[in-house]
Structure formats: C-alpha cells, structure tokens
C-alpha cells in the first residue's frame, strides 16, 4: 500500500497556461476525489470519481477546469487559461469500496503558484 | 447551504493532558455524517474519525473519541494522552447522506500544538 500520489508536487505557471496534474490512487480503491485548498481555509470540493465515471462536479468549478479517469485507476485534473485565482493546492483522495462516508486517504497535493 | 465551523483558530496542550477541539455545523437534514481529518504539517491528510448521524453511540478510535450532539449540532473531538504526533492541523467536516452526494464541506481547521 504506497499511499495515493500526486505529480507534480509544485507547478508554477504564468497566466492563461494550461496545466495538468494527475493522481494515481491506492490500487483497488474504485472512489477518487479532487479538492481545492487555499491558504487558511479547509479543503474544497471539485469532483468525485467512482470507477471511470465523474460522478459529481461542484458548481463552483467553471467550464475551464476538468477532470478524467479514463481507466478506473489515475486520474488527470486539467485547468484551462489559468488565472491568479487558480493559485492553490490541489488534493487527490482516494477510498475503498465499501467504506461509506468521505475520502479516506490524501494525497500529498500540487501546489499550484499562477503569476 | 451547509456550513462547518471551527472557533478555535489554534489549540495547544502538553503531552500527555487531553484536549477538546470544537466544531458546530449548520444543516437543515437529519441524516448525514460528519468527520475528523488531521492535517500533519508537510504530511498528508488523514481520517482521524467518522460519525454518522443516525448512530447516538459516540465514535471512538484509540486515543480520539468524539461527542456529538445532534441537536446543538456539535461536533467536538477529544484527543486523550495527547502525544507530540498529534500536533497537526484538525479539520472538520461534513457529509450529506441525501442524493448520493460524495461532498464533504470542511471548516478551516484548528492548529494543534502540542508541549513536551
């Protein structure tokens, strides 16, 4: 068991680039999720995977931002013309299946700096 | 909407003493599960605990244990014989059982810092 793990770890882009990060979940964990942390605030929600399919969204994710688990196994977040906003962590979480309720284990995170 | 809120910014205890962390929610459901993540610095977030609503018994794991009272609609998380590795950041949330929503809205947490 080596853990849910996020690359990259730190990402620095300019304004109006498109990133990528991906997270590679605990093997046989069917349920993935991806939040947003800022500085001084508690984990947001972005969206929910079960298997390959996006089960959830939040709304107050736009239309640049999206998310794909293509096979079950990792899964990619992809932000679109980045803003100075954008600037956060951005947290994978993983859970097994069976085990009602929330996300059990993190990820380490990407930091996201947009200058 | 449903809100999470923890009043105590920071918390501080010697090893080996117990200390309470709080946290209030405010929701209009009555099924629904709450949580207790801890937050290590430079480490990964973790489940500490979960509850859920529609269980009066008070979660227990180890040394952490919770008492929630559904009516005041709190939350609170007891660390007992507290150790220089549960100096963390503790986060609460919560978690609609309602429409199959996997959500969890979290407070903005409560440093921990524990004295040897």
């Known amino acids: 068991d080596t853990g849910v793990s996020q690359d990259p770890r730190h990402k620095i882009t300019k304004r109006g ?29 972005l969206t929910y995977f079960q298997n390959e399919a996006q089960l959830e969204k939040s709304r107050l994710l736009s239309d640049r931002f999206s998310a794909e688990r293509p096979k079950g196994s990792f899964s990619t977040l992809e932000i ?7 600037s956060a962590m ?5 859970s097994p299946p069976g085990l009602a309720g929330g996300p059990k284990y993190f990820g380490p995170g990407t930091r996201l700096t947009v200058t | 909407a449903q809100t999470v809120t923890q009043s105590q910014p920071e918390m501080s205890v010697q090893e080996a003493e117990t200390v309470t962390l709080s946290c209030t929610y405010d929701t209009s459901e009555s099924d629904y599960y709450l949580f207790w993540y801890k937050q290590p610095p430079s480490r990964q977030m973790i489940l500490v605990i979960r509850q859920e609503a529609y269980k009066q018994q008070n979660a227990t794991e180890n040394r952490f244990s919770v008492n929630f009272q559904k009516a005041a609609k709190s939350f609170s998380l007891k660390i007992s014989d507290s150790q220089l590795g549960d100096a963390a950041m503790y986060f609460c949330a919560y978690r609609s059982a309602k429409g199959g929503s996997e959500k969890l809205v979290f407070g903005k947490g409560t440093k921990l810092t524990v004295n040897p």
């Open chain 1, 17 to 45: 680039q498109n990133v990528t990060f991906r997270c590679d979940p605990i093997s046989e964990h069917n349920r993935l999720y991806w939040y947003r942390q800022t500085l001084g605030q508690g984990p947001e929600f």
């Open chain 1, 80 to 86: 679109q013309r980045t803003e100075q906003g954008d």
């Open chain 1, 90 to 94: 951005y947290l994978c979480a993983s």
